[in-house]
């Protein structure tokens, strides 16, 4: 009995001294031992974009609202969020039909640091290379497709309907002599379609294939290029182009001061910054002072390209200033209280099982169960039944009478001729 008291007391003493040091441990990470917070490094580069930033952050979410916040290291709106998961699920239930809208929802996926591989229990880029009418919006399905490609870093096997060969191959093969490209077969081509050409392929540059065609359609883009640096459409400066061109010569690494699209009246950069309105926003149309989203969002994705000299296309740890999201921390102090709460509680369980055991075998214990007789078990009282000896069976006889009809000849009336036989 003192034994069971004594290893009590040292059971008690070992629970005790846990608590204190998982106490003392507790407060100390959560007073000062949780993560410092990152440095903010949201600030933007210029005047222009914070400027944009700030239009944008009062106006409903736009296509490239995702894209813009990633590059501003700023948290993605909700509204933005909102709309991304109702359009895959919109393309999950039409079977992703629109492969334009599924390669710019890989793009999203990827700037909010999400895998597009595992999105909804689905391979994304997967589906995007096997997709059956990858130009069914244009030939800006293969160009997206490319650059959600690299934006995922993920290697399409070369088997695929749309591996990058094949996209390359379907690209280089739709420009025009002019060396411009079109939308669709058939079409003039514009400023929008070949600059996403040019973003699209200008990673395989070294090439020289390649290289060759993106050399032809960045002498055709500088022939459509104003005097002021800016690109137009329909015949009116467009916002949307210069942005897009500007992107496309960043991308490819081809600097602004080039001579083909330097202009006497200013380079690519100022020709975008030419666009802003006194709000803060972008308009589409040169002079006419109404920001639109659309605008504003293209006008950013070509200012943060310059700022990075890079495509705004990448993924989001390949722009200086990126901090990996950041998890949930657990409150040291909810967990102590947890534990205080619930170790007592399953000790507490299992003394009360032990006591309720010991209830059930005092009461229940002395009584017999009702069992069912085995007839090949013999109860103590029953003894075997006595054998007949086997010396009595052994003086047993068994008689047997077998009927004997056969009848004995008179051998008297053989003739000694019967008696040898024949020759």
């Not at 080039?258 to 200013?266: C, L, N, Q, W």
């Not at 309105?277 to 969002?297: F, H, P, R, W």
């Not at 989001?316 to 999201?325: L, M, R």
């Not at 054998?387 to 004995?408: G, V």
Request: include cysteine; glycine fraction near 6%.
């Amino acid at each position: 009995m003192e034994g069971v008291i004594y290893l009590i007391r040292r059971l008690t003493a070992f629970f005790l001294a846990f608590i204190i040091f998982f106490s003392l441990s507790a407060f100390v990470s959560a007073s000062g031992g949780q993560a410092a917070a990152p440095e903010d490094s949201s600030e933007p580069p210029s005047t222009s974009i914070a400027q944009g930033l700030e239009y944008l952050d009062q106006n409903p979410p736009g296509q490239n609202s995702i894209l813009v916040s990633s590059l501003a290291h700023t948290q993605a709106q909700p509204q933005a969020q909102e709309q991304l998961e109702q359009n895959a699920s919109a393309l999950s239930a039409a079977e992703y039909q629109d492969a334009l809208a599924l390669a710019r929802l890989i793009l999203d996926l990827v700037k909010l640091d999400k895998d597009p591989t595992i999105f909804g229990g689905r391979d994304l880029p997967a589906i995007l290379s096997s997709h059956e009418n990858l130009y069914a919006q244009g030939i800006d399905g293969g160009s997206f497709a490319l650059i959600a490609y690299r934006a995922a870093n993920y290697l399409v096997f070369e088997s695929a309907k749309n591996a990058v060969p094949v996209i390359t191959d379907y690209l280089l093969s739709s420009q025009l002599r002019s060396g411009g490209f079109a939308a669709t077969p058939g079409k003039d081509p514009d400023v929008r379609t070949t600059a996403h050409v040019v973003t699209a392929l200008a990673p395989q540059k070294e090439d020289a294939y390649v290289d060759n065609a993106l050399q032809k359609a960045l002498s055709w883009l500088s022939t459509q290029q104003a005097e002021d640096g800016s690109f137009s459409w329909q015949g009116a400066p467009h916002c949307e182009s210069t942005a897009a061109v500007l992107i496309a010569l960043e991308t490819y690494g081809l600097s602004l001061s080039d001579s083909r699209f330097a202009k006497p009246e200013g380079d690519l950069l100022q020709a975008v910054e030419r666009f802003q309105n006194a709000d803060g926003g972008y308009s589409s149309a040169l002079g006419d002072g109404i920001s639109t989203v659309d605008a504003t969002e293209n006008a950013l994705l070509a200012l943060y390209a310059a700022h990075y000299d890079a495509s705004p296309y990448l993924s989001p740890d390949s722009y200086p200033g990126y901090t990996p999201p950041q998890q949930e921390q657990t409150d040291a102090r909810l967990v102590y209280l947890k534990f205080l709460i619930g170790f007592p509680a399953i000790l507490a369980i299992i003394y009360a099982i032990l006591l309720l055991t010991n209830w059930i075998g005092k009461k229940f214990g002395d009584r017999k169960l009702p069992t069912i007789r085995n007839p090949y078990v013999l109860d103590e009282d029953e003894t075997m039944p006595s054998e007949p000896s086997r010396q009595a069976d052994e003086e047993k006889t068994m008689e047997l009478q077998i009927p004997m009809k056969a009848e004995i000849p008179n051998f008297d009336d053989i003739s000694e001729e019967d008696s040898y036989p024949r020759k």
